[in-house]
């Protein structure tokens, strides 16, 4: 099964004729309707978001995983774990 992203400087995700710029640094993967981000059990575990329809997700990841992730529920959890004082 080939991959329609990879980890390189800043892993890309593809849509179309355009492609979109991966920012959060808990992204992992992401299938149809899923996105992957690293878990709070450690870097080889994955949190899971799961979506209905395929556009939610879409929407989701355009706007946390390429745009303001800082503002992401999860990034801002997974953040405060890495640095409790900051």
Known sequence: MEKDWEFAKEPTYGTGYAS??????????????????????????????????????????KIWCCGCYEKCEWYRTMAKLEDPDG
Not at 51 to 60: C, D, G, I, M, Y
Request: proline content about 2%; overall charge positive; charged content about 30%.
């Open 20 to 61: 979109v710029s991966v920012k959060c640094p808990f992204f992992r993967n992401h299938g149809k309707r899923e996105i992957h981000c690293e878990s709070a059990y450690g870097k080889d575990a994955v949190q899971i978001l799961r979506f209905r329809e395929v556009a939610r997700k879409q929407q989701h990841f």
